[in-house]
């Protein structure tokens, strides 16, 4: 793309001061700005322009039809001549895009306004166009959408089990009845509870990681002791399941020096994402002693990933369409957030998965303080 200037006269150049004056208003604004003659015939245009129809030139004259073909969000061609005569008032329009050469796609903004191109009662008549790229503004109001869309149907869900739960107890002590059924119900009402907590402690993480405000606080980390710490917490969940988990540690394992925090995190979200998609066999965490760092995986005998959902796996808010997968809650976030804190602690995750018989999510932690040294 040419991000040069070019201005053709509209109007007749007695008054130079004046024109001149209009050529530097036009050329020094950020969006484009395209007038067109009654005949929707290119008259007068700015560089930014260019830069938006990916082109190098415009003739004057030339028709706005074989310069600009928008298409819709279904990817049908816009008429845009048609567009542009139908209008008697100023309006705009949010939800027309154009498709480059190379297969990338931009989502436009048009105001598009009758005006007369000229000086005085002569001034021809015509129409000015506005365009302005706001394919980031567009990417953010659907990344919001879904957002919303998400997190209201993941909310919605344990909310309403808590709720009924509780109210089930409640129900039951103003009878006198079983006090197993009040635990039970209170335990399920526990369970939903801290499954928001943990989707809450995602969304902060993934609020501060967007906004760049995540700090990385080193500290010696005992990779022994973390292991089994974790295996240990999250053994009573595996059981309840009837799995077992597993422990590999690299007998020559020294201090890690990383984030701690961010370290167990994301060894959590392999660790929750194991269980949840395991139904049967176990899970197995491990520990390798790197010449820079450690080499942490966790295994398991799970559903899998099919290849279609590999690509995806670490976008924000994806889950597989798997009937498996959706059986289980989930925001999307886990490995999303995950990816974030890895990139913060210059740690690199790899996977490998094969459907119905499992994954093994593999991350290595490099010692920040022997990164520094190197770099």
């Known amino acids: ?69 928008p298409i819709d969000k279904n990817n049908q061609p816009v008429d845009i001549v048609k567009m542009v005569e139908e209008t008697t008032l100023p309006t705009t329009n949010r939800d027309l895009r154009l498709a480059y050469a190379d297969g990338s796609l931009s989502n436009l903004y048009i105001s598009i306004a009758p005006v007369h191109l000229g000086y005085g009662e002569k001034g021809q008549e015509g129409y000015v166009l506005l365009l302005r790229d706001i394919t980031t503004e567009k990417s953010l109001e659907e990344e919001r959408d879904e957002f919303i869309s998400v997190v209201s149907h993941e909310l919605r869900t344990p909310i309403a089990i808590a709720e009924g739960n509780i109210s089930n107890a409640q129900f039951i002590v103003e009878k006198e009845g079983d006090l197993k059924t009040v635990a039970q119900a209170l335990k399920e009402a526990h369970n939903q509870v801290i499954y928001l907590s943990d989707m809450i402690n995602d969304l902060s993480t993934l609020s501060r990681a967007e906004r760049g405000k995540l700090t990385l606080d080193i500290e010696q980390i005992n990779v022994h002791d973390l292991i089994v710490e974790l295996a240990n917490n999250y053994r009573p969940e595996a059981q309840a399941k009837g799995l077992k988990i597993n422990t590999v540690l690299d007998p020559n394992l020294s201090l890690l020096s990383s984030s701690k925090l961010y370290t167990r995190e994301m060894l959590q979200n392999f660790i929750t994402n194991a269980i949840k998609y395991t139904p049967k066999g176990q899970i197995t965490i491990s520990a390798k002693q790197k010449r820079y760092g450690v080499e942490f995986s966790v295994a398991d005998t799970g559903i899998g ?71």
């Open 1 to 69: 793309m040419t991000n040069h200037s070019i201005i053709k006269p509209f109007a007749k150049k007695q008054d130079s001061l004046a024109y001149s004056r209009l050529t530097s208003l036009i050329n020094s604004m950020a969006d484009g700005v395209l007038a067109v003659d009654k005949h929707i015939n290119v008259v007068i245009f700015n560089g930014a322009v260019l830069n938006i129809l990916d082109r190098n030139n415009i003739k004057e004259g030339q028709s706005l039809g074989t310069i600009f073909k």
């Open 305 to 375: 990933i099919s290849k279609a959902d590999q690509e995806r796996i670490f976008d924000k808010f994806y889950r597989s369409e798997d009937y498996r997968t959706r059986q289980s809650n989930g925001t999307g976030l886990g490995l999303y957030v995950t990816m974030k804190l890895a990139r913060i602690t210059h740690s690199e995750i790899t996977f490998s998965s094969e459907l119905n018989k499992g994954s093994v999510f593999t991350i290595l932690i490099p010692n920040i303080a022997v990164t520094k040294t190197k770099n």
